[in-house]
């Protein structure tokens, strides 16, 4: 939350870093961070397979359906067909669903490095229970209902549980799931890719993991829990608008044939 979808870069762009956080460690603050440092578009799962273009959309879909269950050597060609697919153009990739898929992309980018962003677990936690409170409403289907794009969230949330039960024998994110997704990297990454990174050490750290300069701006803060509220507040809006309108187009449609009843019947 807090940032919109990004666009790839031209074909072929090198692919440099796993963004592996655990949401609302910071990801979207180093994903800002690194479209600085490497000069290129940052794919952010989270808001790509939900609210990016079309055709990411499905294919995050499908990486998403394919990923625990891909055991023939043809379904993992083609789930890595798929992650190269969504990721072309990119520099990195930031967030969950990709940060739980984090050995799946590295076979298909083994020269990137792992940057994972991590915070203390209480004070995850308390960030991650109030997105969870946020997204978990009841009436948040419903009022979004008539919106085109979150009427895959449904299908999403689905298939983000089964990637859960698959990786962390968990359904859901819980409170231990930042411990249980820290030590399932530190398993599956080779300890000289791997950085873990807090985003309150600003710049410094990071461009040493990366071995580039430190840019003369301000170090980039995002997706505060302000953020999140506001992003929300704009899907309720939207979503009590679409209704309205739908209830418009109910309401002409009733009147039109109404009209042509007693017209033809009366």
């Known amino acids: 939350m807090g940032q919109g979808p990004s666009l790839p870069g031209p074909p072929g762009t090198k692919f440099r870093v796993i963004g592996a956080g655990m949401s609302r460690t910071g990801t979207k603050t180093l994903n800002e961070a690194l479209t600085i440092l490497l ?20 294919t995050w879909l499908d990486i998403m359906e394919l990923a625990p269950k891909a055991q023939t050597f043809s379904e993992q060609k083609k789930l890595d067909w798929l992650i190269s697919e969504v990721l072309d153009g990119y520099v990195a990739t930031m967030d969950c669903p990709a940060a739980t ?3 799946e992309i590295m076979r298909v980018y083994p020269d990137a490095i792992v940057i994972a962003t991590t915070r203390d677990q209480a004070g995850w936690w308390k960030s991650m229970n109030y997105l969870n409170s946020l997204m978990g409403t009841w009436y948040l289907p419903l009022v979004v209902l008539w919106l085109h794009k979150t009427q895959v969230y449904g299908v999403w949330r689905e298939r983000f549980h089964q990637i859960m039960l698959w990786r962390y024998n968990q359904e859901k994110i819980e409170e231990d799931t930042l411990r249980k997704h820290e030590e399932h990297l530190r398993q599956v990454v080779p300890p000289e890719k791997l950085f873990f990174y807090e985003v309150s050490q600003g710049w410094e750290p990071l461009c040493k993991i990366l071995n580039v300069p430190i840019p003369d701006r301000p170090f980039p803060h995002n997706n505060s829990k302000g953020d999140a509220a506001q992003t929300f507040r704009d899907h309720i809006i939207a979503g009590v608008l679409s209704w309205l309108f739908m209830l418009m ?13 007693l017209e033809h019947f009366s």
Not at 39 to 58: A, E, F, R, T
Request: aromatic residues 8%; hydrophobic residues 45%.
């Open 249 to 261: 187009v109910f309401s002409m449609v009733i009147w039109l044939v109404r009209n042509w009843l």
């Open 39 to 58: 000069d290129g578009p940052v794919h952010d799962s989270g808001i790509q397979s939900l609210g990016g273009p079309v055709n990411q959309i499905k």
């Open 101 to 103: 898929l984090t050995p």
